[in-house]
């Protein structure tokens, strides 16, 4: 069984430029995770799907941040405009629903703004 | 309001000795806890979890204490082994979705 996939793993931009994220959960995976986790951090969620239906934004930045998950299977993350704040591993975490604790994470994309 | 806190950022144990991490919590209604271990530049991997109405879960050298009137878990790993040497993050949920809480995670060094 393939693992959660993430792209790109390591991306540089500069403060108030757009970048966006991808994710690829497990086949089969109806529920999808975005987590933040900055560094010395625990991973802090932004936001989760059931199939394409968001469950709970309420710690994503709406000013900035946006994320869809259109045919219920990959999902994008995207921040827009970026901040030097932002700087942080975004991972992707997907488990079978929303009644399975464990969550099964993608390798996360490294974000560094300068 | 940290609702998840493990409180020691590192620690060093000899190889073939007990590794022995904590983690503390504030939401009474926190109901399931679960370890994930974390290799650099690599996504977080489950370990272990317990429930609430558990007070221990044992798997091979991985076994997980719940005191729930202490709000404290802990997780022993007996006999530690240098690949152990990971980020360990203590991670909670309290069933409303399966949201989970994290703490800021325990940085394990085992010697060999």
């Known amino acids: 069984e393939a693992g959660v996939a993430q792209s790109p793993r390591y991306k540089i931009i500069e403060k108030r430029q757009s970048v966006a994220f991808w994710c690829n959960p497990i086949s089969g995976h109806a529920t999808l995770y975005w987590y933040q986790q900055i560094l010395g951090q625990g991973p802090k969620l932004l936001i989760q799907f059931q199939n394409n239906g968001v469950v709970d934004d309420s710690q994503l930045p709406k000013d900035r941040f946006s994320a869809e998950r259109l045919k219920g299977v990959d999902s994008t993350l995207k921040i827009q405009p970026a901040k030097l704040e932002d700087s942080a591993v975004y991972l992707c975490?997907?488990?079978?629903?929303?009644?399975?604790?464990?969550?099964?994470f993608g390798p996360g994309t490294r974000l560094t703004v300068t | 309001d940290q609702q998840v806190k493990q409180n020691s950022p590192s620690l060093s144990v000899q190889e073939g000795r007990i590794s022995i991490l904590n983690c503390d919590y504030t939401n009474s209604m926190f109901d399931y806890f679960l370890w994930y271990k974390k290799y650099p530049a690599e996504g977080p991997t489950f370990l272990i979890s317990i429930s609430s109405i558990k007070d221990k879960n044992e798997d091979g050298r991985f076994t997980v204490f719940l005191n729930k009137s202490a709000k404290h878990l802990s997780l022993h790993i007996v006999p530690s082994q240098p690949g152990d040497s990971a980020v360990y993050f203590c991670a909670a949920s309290d069933n409303a979705g399966n949201m989970l809480t994290f703490g800021g995670g325990t940085r394990l060094m085992v010697k060999p």
């Open positions: 975490a997907s488990s079978r629903d929303r009644g399975s604790y464990e969550q099964y």
